[in-house]
Structure formats: C-alpha cells, structure tokens
C-alpha cells in the first residue's frame, strides 16, 4: 500500500503541522473501520480524567487493530467526538503521541456523550 499526503498550496486554508486535508491511498487490500471507542478500561468503567480515558482510548484502539493484524501505522482517519471544546488540546497531543510522525486527516467534533462520564470517543479507519 502506497500513501500521498494531498495539501493543495493554493486556493484553500494552509494544513498545519498536524494537519492534513487529504490522504490518498493505492494498493491498499483491506480496510478496517472501528466504531466509535470509549476510553473505557476492560470492565466497562470510564476513568475519571480525561488524560486517563485519552489513554484507554488509545489502548482499545491499538487492541483493534491488533486483531486485524495492524497498527496505528495503518491508520488512515481519525474522528475525535469530545464533551468539551476544552478537550482539544490533550486530544490533539493523545493523537500526535500515538500517531507519532505520521499525519492524517482528521475531524474533532464536540458532541454530547451518551453518558456523561464518557470524556471522548474516537473513531478510526484503517488500511492495510
């Protein structure tokens, strides 16, 4: 599978350093779509902080993948829908950590939560 980051230099609003508008993909045999993931620990608990539920959330979706035979490398998308537009932030740093130096397109939304001790949910595609 083939990648090639799609940032046009004219005609639309600058990517940033952990931005991209567009990834485009060849060759890619599979792909994987993860529902929206909780930073839910295995019991089914949401912890108290959003930087411990940003680390869940990361775990569950590396567990994901790991059962489909990928990693955060094989990520293409990622979807943050958080409670509070103060979340920003710790969201942003949680997806440069686990994404490391690559970069793709993403969407934060703030949104409520089907329960309200859920700080964040993110959804993911990937390809492989």
Same mark, same amino acid.
């Given at each position: 599978?083939?990648?090639?980051?799609?940032?046009?230099?004219?005609g639309i609003y600058?990517?940033?350093?952990?931005?991209?508008?567009?990834i485009?993909? /060849?060759g890619?045999?599979?792909?994987l779509?993860?529902?929206g993931?909780?930073?839910? /620990?295995?019991d089914?608990?949401?912890p108290? /902080?959003?930087?411990?539920?940003? /680390?869940?959330?990361w775990?569950?979706?590396r567990r994901?993948l790991?059962e489909?035979?990928?990693t955060t490398d094989n990520?293409?998308?990622?979807?943050?829908y958080m409670r509070d537009?103060?979340y920003?932030?710790?969201?942003?740093?949680?997806?440069?950590?686990a994404?490391g130096e690559?970069?793709?397109p993403t969407t934060a939304?703030?949104a409520?939560t089907?329960s309200?001790?859920?700080?964040?949910?993110i959804?993911?595609?990937?390809?492989?």
């Amino acid at each position: 599978m083939e990648e090639r980051i799609v940032n046009p230099e004219s005609g639309i609003y600058p990517a940033t350093g952990d931005y991209v508008h567009a990834i485009e993909l /060849t060759g890619a045999q599979r792909i994987l779509y993860l529902s929206g993931t909780m930073g839910l /620990t295995a019991d089914g608990t949401a912890p108290d /902080t959003l930087k411990e539920q940003l /680390t869940c959330v990361w775990s569950n979706i590396r567990r994901i993948l790991s059962e489909a035979q990928m990693t955060t490398d094989n990520i293409v998308r990622v979807t943050s829908y958080m409670r509070d537009p103060a979340y920003a932030a710790q969201n942003q740093q949680a997806r440069l950590a686990a994404l490391g130096e690559r970069r793709v397109p993403t969407t934060a939304i703030v949104a409520q939560t089907l329960s309200e001790d859920w700080k964040i949910e993110i959804e993911v595609i990937a390809a492989a």
